[in-house]
T-cell receptor, first 114, second 109 residues
Framework: EAGVTQSPTHLIKTRGQQATLRCSPI?????VYWYQQALGLGLQFLLW???????NRGNFPPRFSGRQFPNYSSELNVNALELEDSALYLC?????????????FGPGTRLLVL | GDSVTQMEGPVTLSEEAFLTINCTYT??????LFWYVQYPGEGLQLLLK?????DKGSNKGFEATYRKETTSFHLEKGSVQVSDSAVYFC????????FGPGTRLSVLP
């Protein structure tokens, strides 16, 4: 079974540009979470999509947005890029079982803003 | 709200040393508890999990026991290897997923 996939693996942009990051969850998983991991820091929750709807968002400005497609893949868009947006962006999909839920992560997209 | 606290790193050990990374949590009810590992340049991988009190999760020689009375889920390994060098994240799922800040482990040959 394929895991969570993300593309691209690396992305280099300049300040003010827009970045689009993509994520495909594990087959059968309907929820996608996005996290930002700045260098040397922990995970900061960005967005949660489930069944095509945005369910929750973290404490990030509106220029961070996204969507989930009918096949449950997801895009994260970052507009008006700033230098501090340089980070590893991680996507996770959620497996639900009777005892609870587990998140499975993709390899991440490393975004560098120059 | 729910929260996870981990021991601050970095933790530096010699190969074959015993490892403990402390994790405590605050949550209402009975959350599921997780340890994730992040190797350099990679995403997070699920290492182990426990879903109820006194459960022991184990994988690749790592173990952690869900202690409800002390609200803890400490990660242990009897003999670490250089290849265990990574960042380890403790996490819980109660009403939401909550991750700890991570603990960097360096194992020296």
């Amino acid at each position: 079974e394929a895991g969570v996939t993300q593309s691209p693996t690396h992305l280099i942009k300049t300040r003010g540009q827009q970045a689009t990051l993509r994520c495909s969850p594990i087959s059968g998983h309907t929820s996608v979470y996005w996290y930002q991991q700045a260098l040397g820091l922990g995970l900061q929750f960005l967005l949660w999509y489930d069944e095509g709807e945005e369910r929750n968002r973290g404490n990030f400005p509106p220029r961070f947005s996204g969507r989930q497609f009918p096949n449950y893949s997801s895009e994260l868009n970052v507009n008006a890029l700033e230098l501090e947006d340089s980070a590893l962006y991680l996507c996770a999909s959620r497996f639900i079982e009777w005892v609870g839920e587990t998140q499975y992560f993709g390899p991440g997209t490393r975004l560098l803003v120059l | 709200g729910d929260s996870v606290t981990q021991m601050e790193g970095p933790v530096t050990l010699s190969e074959e040393a015993f490892l403990t990374i402390n994790c405590t949590y605050t949550a209402t009810g009975y959350p599921s508890l997780f340890w994730y590992v992040q190797y350099p340049g990679e995403g997070l991988q699920l290492l182990l999990k426990a879903t109820k009190a006194d459960d022991k999760g184990s994988n690749k020689g790592f173990e952690a026991t869900y202690r409800k009375e002390t609200t803890s889920f400490h990660l242990e390994k009897g003999s670490v290897q250089v290849s265990d060098s990574a960042v380890y994240f403790c996490a819980l799922y109660g009403q939401n997923f909550v991750f700890g800040p991570g603990t960097r482990l360096s194992v020296l040959p």
